[in-house]
């Protein structure tokens, strides 16, 4: 009995400790404890709940980490209908909007302006100030209950903080993935051959949808809330209202401001037009309403969207122009990715002939036909996309364009997967594209480092039928490599002859002999498996420790690792269900590659800290990065409050250097990194001089890695 009164105590100590410390890192930038003890206490706590299941918390912090998945959301009707915004490009709109709301109040009245956050709306309900039901705004009238997923947001409070709130009211806001969770996600999907998303709005509302929790809670979303719905909240102005929910624990951002005059509201987007590309995610305009929420039943709505509120959104670069052909690509992974290729356009500054058109889906809901004019924007994006079509310029007869059914370079015919968006080539044997990619993955620095081979070469040992698999690299002879060429055509459009000479082909087998003293996960990186990468297969090489435990571990056994969902496990098992690839396997055992994790010396000097790095250095970046993970630290890609030193070597970046200082982020030169740790390392403990020379050299050389859209 006593146990029990001690375990639920310390439950509850837990659960308000963990509370405490999400609250203040994700909404006051706050750090209370090292990572390393917030992690302790919370493995802490999932064990006492795994022991004493009646004790658990409904708002426990261990559900951020996601629960279980669901096949199907439910479908759930709304309260009070989520209506759309009204919305404008114009500001002689908002005059005439302004106006239209004096003739139809004679009260006075100011407003409230706030960032119109590009993400996906979702509304929350609280029961005596815990979260009970999270929903989509779906057709409006009802949507998706997503409830688990949103959980898993860590800036979403799961119980309230302080008093003062309804027994139960409703909170709307937008989810949305910030622009590092962004790239990293990206940077993932590259890695393992999948398509990218266009943008920050549609990786947020496919995360959201996802049907395993886990998975939602491994891609960083974020919620700002802006709505307070419900008889009971009293407080009649809309600034007051959020100002009480950043109160309860809700994070309602410091950008909204109140504006006296339609000049205040002028100034105020003309601040954020420019202001926007500096914010750490995505916003698309300025909402602004009525600040006295007593008008708004007054002021009314129309059948879709309030008389009191408008949303004034800022102008992508956008340019009409000819849809030539649609041509597809196919990834190493056998990803179909369909691509417009238009009539050259200036946009932007640069010259657009190429743009994603993603799947399938997207094709169809826009009804893209080739011959039609079509709009192309960038917006704050990156890579062109094409968002609409100019019906009006269409000419007769252009028939209805249906998606391609067998694969463009070997004529399998295609694969859709359930829940999946993108169609496959299935034939990864067979394809020559999936072939080559595969083989130039292998090579690639981040998996085998194979620095004297690259996309060229690799290419024309395919065209010759010397390399067909990854484990032909390893056959290859000196007799097999010399005099062999090729003329190609470069960039510029000259044409020049590819050939291997004496020292070439002594570079190429140096590089292979070389690859073989790499560790165990960056062979399983290499292979290729699809899901599987450069982070999943270190995770995977730990776990299992041998290659032939990860062949034959169950599907049940892999979905017991952290960070391996039921996609990963699946992919994994049915990679090694055929032959070929266990046959490639014995193949690159035989030639002496390395099979057997090794558990790295270093001591834990750098403590689970997360890291960025920025600049040049006396080795290469690479190696500076393993140096860190060597000794414990964490990497992350761009700064932000959860960074806890920047790493600059020459030429670092100013905006980074300038963002660390505005955030007291210590900024750690090389020679001060190596005292952190004890010392410098030997200039062999990761690479030999030679690799690091060389990884120096690509990345001159390669400074961005080629796309679709260069």
Request: proline content about 4%; some cysteine; overall charge negative.
């Amino acid at each position: 009995m006593e146990n029990l009164a001690w375990a639920k105590e310390r439950i509850t100590e837990l659960t308000g400790l963990l509370e405490r410390y999400t609250y203040a890192y994700y909404q006051e930038d706050t750090s209370l404890v090292s990572d390393y003890e917030f992690d302790r206490l919370l493995r802490e706590l999932e064990e006492l709940e795994d022991r004493y299941p009646q004790f658990r918390l409904p708002y426990s912090p261990t559900q951020r980490v996601g629960g279980e998945p669901v096949k199907n959301f439910k479908t759930v009707y709304h309260t009070v209908p989520m209506l759309s915004l009204g919305n404008t490009y114009s500001r002689e709109d908002l005059t005439e909007f302004d106006a239209r709301l004096r003739k139809l109040t004679d009260q006075p009245f100011d407003y409230v302006c706030e960032l119109k956050y590009d993400g996906l709306s979702i509304s929350l309900t609280y029961k005596n100030g815990v979260l009970t039901q999270a929903l989509t705004r779906g057709d409006g009238s009802k949507g998706d209950d997503v409830t688990g997923n949103v959980k898993t947001i860590r800036s979403v409070p799961l119980r309230l903080k302080q008093n003062g709130y309804p027994e139960q009211f409703e909170i709307r806001g937008e989810v949305l993935m910030p622009k590092s969770s962004f790239e990293a996600l990206n940077r993932q999907k590259e890695e393992i051959g999948e398509p990218l998303f266009a943008n920050t709005r549609n990786a947020a509302s496919g995360s959201l949808k996802l049907q395993d929790p886990a998975q939602v809670a491994q891609r960083h979303l974020d919620c700002f809330l802006y709505f307070l719905i419900g008889d009971s909240i009293t407080e009649p102005l809309h600034e007051k209202r959020l100002q009480l929910a950043a109160c309860w624990g809700f994070k309602t951002g410091n950008y909204y401001k109140r504006c006296a005059t339609l000049q205040d509201v002028f100034n105020y987007i003309d601040y954020w037009e420019k202001e926007r590309e500096n914010l750490p995610f995505d916003i698309d305009g300025i909402v602004i309403k009525v600040n006295d929420t007593s008008l708004w039943s007054r002021l009314g709505t129309t059948a879709k969207s309030p008389r009191w509120a408008i949303a004034y959104k800022f102008k992508a670069q956008r340019v009409l122009t000819r849809l030539n052909s649609i041509s597809f690509q196919v990834g190493r992974t056998g990803a179909v990715t369909p691509v417009a290729n238009l009539e050259a356009v200036s946009l932007g500054g640069t010259i657009v002939k190429r743009a994603s058109l993603h799947n399938a889906d997207i094709i169809q809901k826009m009804d893209v036909r080739p011959g039609d004019f079509v709009y192309v924007e960038k917006g704050g994006e990156v890579i062109p996309k094409i968002v609409g079509v100019e019906l009006s310029r269409r000419e007769a007869g252009v028939k209805e364009y249906g998606f391609i059914t067998h694969c463009p370079e070997c004529g399998a015919a295609l694969v859709r997967k359930e829940g999946e968006a993108g169609h496959y080539c299935p034939n990864e044997e067979g394809c020559p594209p999936q072939i080559k990619g595969k083989l130039e993955h292998f090579i690639s620095r981040k998996a085998m480092d194979i620095d004297s081979l690259g996309e060229g070469k690799t290419e024309l040992l395919y065209e010759k039928g010397l390399v067909k698999n990854v484990a032909d690299f390893y056959d290859l002879r000196y007799q097999d490599l010399f005099a062999i060429e090729k003329t190609i055509e470069g960039k510029d459009g000259e044409k020049r002859q590819l050939s291997f000479k004496e020292k070439t082909v002594e570079n190429i087998l140096n590089g292979i002999a070389r690859s073989k003293t790499r560790p165990f996960e960056r062979v399983l990186y290499a292979i290729g498996i699809r899901y599987v990468g450069e982070t999943t297969a270190k995770v995977l090489a730990r776990h299992f420790g041998t290659i032939d435990a990860l062949m034959n571990a169950t599907f049940e056994q892999l979905c017991e690792v952290e960070e391996v969902g039921e996609a990963i496990a699946s992919s994994v098992t049915e990679f090694f269900t055929r032959e070929q690839e266990r046959q490639i396997i014995s193949r690159l055992k035989a030639a002496g590659l390395r099979m057997e994790y090794e558990e790295k010396k270093g001591e834990n000097l750098l403590d689970g800290k997360n890291w960025v790095i920025s600049g040049t250095f006396s080795r290469s970046r690479e190696e500076m990065k393993r140096i860190v993970e060597y000794f414990g630290g964490k990497l992350q890609s761009g700064i932000s409050s959860k960074t806890d030193y920047l790493l600059a070597g020459e030429k670092t970046g100013p905006e980074k250097r300038k963002k660390a200082e505005k955030e007291n982020i210590p900024i750690i030169s090389e020679s001060e990194f190596y005292a952190m740790i004890g010392g410098e390392p030997a200039p062999d403990l990761f690479e030999s001089k030679e690799e690091s020379q060389s990884a120096e050299r690509e990345e001159r050389a390669n400074p961005v890695q080629g796309s679709l859209f260069d």
